[in-house]
Nanobody, 125 residues
Framework: QVQLTESGGGLVQPGGSLRLSCAAS????????MAWFRQTPGKEREFVAA???????YHADSVKGRFTISRDNAASTLYLEMNALKTEDTANYCC???????????????????WGQGTQVTVSS
């Protein structure tokens, strides 16, 4: 059973930065794909960024150049460095785990097998 625990969310002013972490346990982390999704009330969950089996990384156009996904395989931890935050980045950010994910499925939430509870990010002045 894989468990994912996010941390690092909070309240930040526009233009500020935050670093989210997702600690994984019970996972073959090194060989798994990991991703960050976000969701606001009344809206569908949105893909943010993914790390494909610890090799290539992918970012949504809306965050490209501002957010960076990374991972520490030794610590089984996924990160999301968020800079130049905007009010529209306000959301609950969840990490997701996909052990047998195909590259073509990285942006599909339905193909991930485990999810964390999420951490709230609020961007407001």
């Amino acid at each position: 059973q894989v468990q994912l625990t996010e941390s690092g969310g909070g309240l930040v002013q526009p233009g500020g930065s935050l670093r989210l972490s997702c600690a994984a346990s019970g996972s073959n982390f090194r060989l798994s794909s990991m991703a960050w999704f976000r969701q606001t009330p009344g809206k569908e969950r949105e893909f943010v960024a993914a790390s494909f089996r610890g090799t290539n990384t992918y970012h949504a156009d809306s965050v490209k150049g501002r957010f960076t996904i990374s991972r520490d395989n030794a610590a089984s931890t996924l990160y999301l460095e968020m800079n130049a935050l905007k009010t529209e980045d306000t959301a609950n950010y969840c990490c997701a785990h996909g052990e047998h994910l195909l590259l073509s499925s990285l942006r599909n939430e339905g193909d991930y097998d485990y999810w964390g509870q999420g951490t709230q990010v609020t961007v407001s002045s």
